[in-house]
């Protein structure tokens, strides 16, 4: 073991650095030097976390008002963290593009967070949680970050209970808890189908109180258009004021960004219609790699697609999944039938078949492939829809399953189930017209998540100084698969108790020489920015930004979505390369820069997303391995489950930016192994 072992001396690793033998994306990219996380901790797992903040140092309180923090977003993530560092004493300036803090997509979450509190009594642990998430993530993720995530997760319900979040709670006043995907324990806390939105008023109402108390300063319809870097640390940013249309720039001695996920580089999503990677991508163009950008995560239970005029697709809580039943008809011509005229031994619950141990809580890569399936054998339910083939001609789909409560309504009666899910099964019905109480639901995957985001060390701090990541944004907890209720335990660990304990690391430094406006850096950024706005209004083509949104997303769908081929990605890079020259001569930018201008918003952030999907395609292309939520269809089991190489892809996947393909840049791959000490990576299963 002697190669992997400088990384985590004193510790017996189980794994062997992986040797990549194949290279599918050969001309697509340059090869760097390996990643180390220098910041990685040492020591038995239980220890390491607690160890490391003793270790940092601190910052006494006199000197932590002379230091100025910039958070951008407000989410779960940036929230937490604002208030939490407010609440320390420092300086924070907090920046969100929506009108409220509360309103980030952190709000939408609807199923519930984990928490190893076995409240149940069904054999949860703090190991469990760990041994779960990185399992669930196949393996892809790094064990001391997991460990730390599960460890603190027992504190974020204390806390949020404290600030009044109002979980569910059982008959005698005891919190509450149900399973989500992938595990056999009981330990999502909720409340109702609302728990982000109760969980962001929590740490919206402590980051006000520091902004009555002056040491939060909020800016509201503000959008981060660059990252100011100097002497290669982070020290500000410039951002668009949407209302005026002012470009200001911002300047502190570090910098946060914890401005969620970019899953709507694939247009339908069930992201908010504002998400977006502009923030994270404009740090990446300054020098910050991006880690895993392939990792995508296709949620099962999603309202289907009814047609090409959808710009928005709605999530059905994977909570549906502790009571509803999935399935399809077992024969193709009982697929236009009324469900309710199917009798039990003609449907076919083929969760519950093929995965007997885990049934319909099976993680989400899984159970989303399975429906695939399921509908590529012409057993889909609901209207056909047209789908682009890859040779480019279309075929009529039906691209649904259902999910059935008949058994949960004759098990807990239909008040037992409003109890639990009525404002899901309330939307689903306002939505879709059918009453779910007696006809089944119909649902099909959609884009949710993204696992890939800016690379992190332990401290959350990217590869430029100064510059810190929290929650979605960043990629580090949930390799290549994240499980269910596991976004808003990392986004509020990072927040409430990870940055906290590590910035203060960072900026025991300080007080930092002051930056002022004229410093070259700061000039070079806010210039670029004013002359990238003007751009975009100069093109004046014939095609709107959205039309090209639309077009990326469907290419990065058909070919970068649930199934990857070489083929396929291949040529979806030279589709995007097209399309992108294409933007930056045709699109055209209606309206002005001097006020609210969503269309030159919009143009922004899809100018960032069709650089991001060919870094996606890329990497994708590169890991000729299936993992998690990555399912390349040269590498699957005899009976189609993801096949990992390890000896080939146990690592982290850190890309550089490396300029614009279209002016012949590329980017560059930096790898960092992932060896585990704690934990033996083995071939999933959950039959
Ligand atoms: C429909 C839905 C349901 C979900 N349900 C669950 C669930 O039940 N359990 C679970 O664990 N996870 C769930 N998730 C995932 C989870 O909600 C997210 O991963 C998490 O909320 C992300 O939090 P965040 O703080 O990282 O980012 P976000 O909440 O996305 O916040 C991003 C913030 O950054 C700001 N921002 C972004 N870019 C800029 C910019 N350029 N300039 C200025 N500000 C910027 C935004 O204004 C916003 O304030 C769900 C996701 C979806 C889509």
Redesign the pocket.
């Known amino acids: 073991m002697a190669a992997g072992t400088h990384y985590l001396p004193g510790l017996t690793p189980t794994n062997e650095p992986s040797v990549q033998t194949s290279d599918d994306a050969a001309g697509f990219y340059e090869l760097g030097e390996k990643l180390v996380d220098a910041k990685a901790p040492t020591g038995p797992i239980e220890e390491r976390w607690t160890t490391r903040k003793f270790e940092n140092r601190l910052v006494n309180p006199a000197n932590r008002r002379k230091l100025d923090i910039i958070i951008?977003?407000?989410?779960?993530?940036?929230g937490a963290a604002a208030a939490t560092l407010g609440e320390a004493g420092y300086n924070v300036k907090s920046?969100?593009?929506?009108d409220s803090?509360r309103r980030?997509?952190?709000i939408?979450?609807?199923?519930?967070?984990n928490a190893a509190k076995n409240y149940k009594e069904d054999g949860d642990s703090t190991y469990r949680l760990f041994y779960d998430t990185v399992k669930g993530g196949d393996y892809r993720s790094r064990e001391s970050n997991v460990y730390r995530l599960a460890s603190e997760s027992a504190n974020i319900i204390d806390q949020c209970v404290a600030q009044g979040v109002p979980f569910a709670r059982d008959y005698g006043g005891l919190l509450d808890n149900r399973s989500f995907g992938g595990v056999q324990v009981s330990r999502t806390f909720y409340a109702r189908g609302q728990?982000?939105q109760q969980l962001l008023l929590g740490a919206y109402q402590a980051m006000e109180r520091q902004v009555a108390a002056g040491t939060v300063e909020a800016f509201t319809r503000?959008?981060?258009l660059e990252l100011i870097v100097v002497d290669g640390k982070a020290r500000g940013i410039v951002?668009r004021d949407m209302v005026t249309g002012e470009i200001e720039t911002h300047l502190a001695d570090v910098v946060v960004l914890?401005?969620?996920?970019y899953g709507n580089v694939f247009y339908l999503s069930?992201?908010a219609m504002g998400?977006?990677v502009?923030?994270a991508w404009r740090a990446h163009r300054k020098g910050a790699y991006m880690a895993n950008p392939c990792y995508t995560q296709i949620h099962p239970t999603c309202i289907p697609v009814t047609g090409a005029h959808q710009s928005k697709l709605t999530?059905m809580?994977e909570s549906l999944r502790n009571d509803g039943r999935i399935w399809v008809p077992k024969k193709v011509e009982d697929c236009e039938k009324d469900p309710r005229e199917i009798p039990e031994d003609e449907r076919d619950y083929f969760l519950e078949r093929i995965y007997p141990s885990f049934g319909n809580l099976v993680p989400r890569d899984i159970a989303s492939r399975a429906a695939k399936y399921m509908c590529d054998e012409g057993r889909g339910v609901g209207p056909e829809i047209e789908e682009l083939q890859p040779d480019g001609t279309t075929k009529k789909v039906r691209r649904g399953v259902y999910l059935d409560f008949k058994d949960a309504i004759e098990r807990l009666g239909k008040h037992g189930v409003e109890e639990k899910y009525d404002n899901l099964l309330d939307m689903y019905e306002r939505i879709t017209g059918e009453n779910p109480y007696e006809v089944p639901m119909r649902i099909y995957p959609a884009v949710?998540?993204v696992m890939g985001g800016l690379w992190v060390d332990y401290e959350l701090q990217s590869n430029i100084e100064g510059l810190f990541v929290t929650?979605?944004?960043n990629f580090s907890d949930h390799g290549a698969n994240r499980l269910?209720?596991?976004?808003?335990?990392q986004?509020l660990a990072d927040g409430y108790f990870v940055l906290p304990n590590t910035i203060r690391e960072y900026l025991a430094d300080g007080p930092f020489e002051k930056v002022d406006e004229s410093n070259p850096a700061v000039v070079e950024a806010l210039a670029s920015v004013k002359e990238r706005v003007a751009k975009f209004l100069s093109i004046n083509g014939t095609r709107s930004v959205e039309s090209y949104h639309k077009e990326l997303g469907s290419i990065m769908w058909e070919y970068c979505g649930m199934e990857r081929t070489e083929e396929g990605l291949k040529l979806a890079i030279q589709k995007i390369r097209d399309l992108r020259a294409d933007f930056w001569t045709n699109v055209k930018v209606l309206g002005s820069a001097d006020n609210i201008n969503q269309d030159l918003e919009k143009a922004g952030r899809v100018a960032d997303f069709l650089e991001l999907g060919e870094l996606m395609c890329i990497d994708a292309l590169n890991r000729r391995e299936s993992c998690g939520g990555h399912f390349r269809a040269e590498s699957q089991t005899e009976d189609g489950e993801a096949l990992r190489h390890d000896e080939e892809f146990a690592y982290v996947a850190a890309w550089e930016w490396g300029g614009d393909s279209n002016d012949g840049g590329q980017p560059v791959l930096h790898k960092e192994d992932l060896i585990y000490t704690a934990i033996e990576m083995k071939q999933r299963s959950y039959k």
């Open positions: 951008v977003g407000t989410g779960l993530a940036g920046f969100c593009y929506q803090p980030a997509h952190s939408a979450a609807q199923g519930g967070i728990t982000g503000h959008e981060m951002a914890a401005s969620g996920g069930t992201n998400s977006n502009t923030a999530l809580s949710h998540y929650g979605e944004a269910g209720a596991s976004a808003l335990m986004g």
